[in-house]
């Protein structure tokens, strides 16, 4: 099988003759892993079976400040810190500025223009695009994380404006992605903390719920499949993100949800895309119990399908190089 067709199998719940895999790291953790093998070209080698692409047009970042970026939404980013994605420090909208708020172009051509020839060139892997900051993160990114949680109960209109502004350009991007020869479309929108809901499950199924439902229906409506990557312990809401049309859920962070337990209930429904701790085993793990959990999940969630083997995360900084190499080659190995 080719490795678009052990993710296809595994979606369609039936046993490939692999479990496909998909590794991705931080910066930090990519140059300890360049170092660490002696080739700065290792990532090539993995065998990784999806293939992700972006829906960012070619200017969407610049530097504004030493270490401050800006994204194509006005949002700036202080990157002192964190190098991969950074730390929110302005506000760009207000429920007196929002109806001036000018959202990027979705029909700009740079956002698509180089996927055809990146699709044809990768014929063997399933072709994912990607749109992060999707919803509630895209709104508290715009309004500040404080404001927007607090607008969802004493503003509620102006909770409910700002994401129909969100949607309706989602709704355009997914348009233009589907027209193109992908397998499925990744959502990115963290709902979730250690211990439950950032903003609770009635919150999420008064103002999240609902438009989630018709950007996946859109989606599927164009014969693709559904990711959504949602940090933290969300499994509360599998059976709504079900309805709503979902084939795949990442990142199945162990240390907040049961992993065997959400296979048993769901697995025959839903997809799980992750699943290897990225908070314990592989950062304070031996090199014997990172690959005996690696094998774990092969064998036990991996079962009859419905599984993508993944870190729980992108590989972070404090990942120990022997761990995660040991994870790598289990996953080669099978």
């Excluded at 490939?16 to 910066?27: A, G, H, Q, S, W």
């Excluded at 590989?315 to 996953?331: C, F, G, S, T």
Aim: proline share 5%; charged share 30%.
């Amino acid at each position: 099988m080719t490795n678009r067709e052990r993710v296809l199998a595994s979606l369609d719940h039936r046993q490939p003759d692999r479990i496909p895999y998909n590794i991705l790291f931080t910066e930090p953790a990519r140059a300890n892993m360049a170092t660490y093998y002696s080739d700065p070209d290792f990532e090539s080698k993995l065998g990784n079976c999806l293939h992700v692409l972006k829906t960012e047009p070619i200017d969407a970042w610049r530097e504004v400040r030493q270490g401050i970026w800006e994204d194509q939404f006005g949002v700036q980013w202080d990157r002192s810190i964190d190098r991969d994605i950074g730390n929110v420090c302005n506000v760009s909208v207000t429920r007196d500025t929002l109806g001036g708020l000018r959202f990027p172009d979705p029909d700009d051509p740079s956002r698509f223009a180089e996927h055809a020839r990146l699709i044809r060139e990768n014929p063997n892997e399933f072709h994912v695009t990607n749109l992060g900051f999707s919803l509630f993160e895209r709104a508290w990114t715009l309004a500040g994380m404080e404001t927007f949680l607090m607008a969802m109960v004493d503003d509620k209109d102006f909770a409910h404006a700002l994401l129909d502004r969100i949607l309706e350009y989602n709704l355009r991007i997914i348009e233009k992605a589907c027209a193109l020869p992908i397998d499925a479309m990744m959502f990115g929108d963290d709902w979730g903390q250690q211990r439950g809901l950032i903003m609770g499950a009635g919150l999420w199924r008064e103002f999240i719920g609902p438009r989630v439902h018709q950007m996946y229906s859109l989606v599927r409506s164009r014969g693709k499949r559904v990711f959504i990557h949602s940090c933290g312990k969300v499994d509360e809401l599998f059976a709504d993100l079900i309805d709503c049309g979902l084939d795949v859920f990442n990142p199945f962070q162990p240390e907040v949800i049961d992993v065997e337990e959400a296979k048993r209930r769901y697995g025959d429904r839903l997809s799980f895309y992750g699943g290897i701790s990225t908070q314990k085993t592989l950062p304070y793990g031996t090199v014997k119990q990172v690959k005996d959990e690696v094998r774990r999940l092969l064998d036990r969630i991996g079962k009859n399908g419905g599984y993508i083997a993944s870190p729980a995360h992108d590989v972070p900084r404090d990942a120990k190089p022997e761990n995660i190499a040991v994870m790598i080659n289990v996953l080669q190995s099978q």
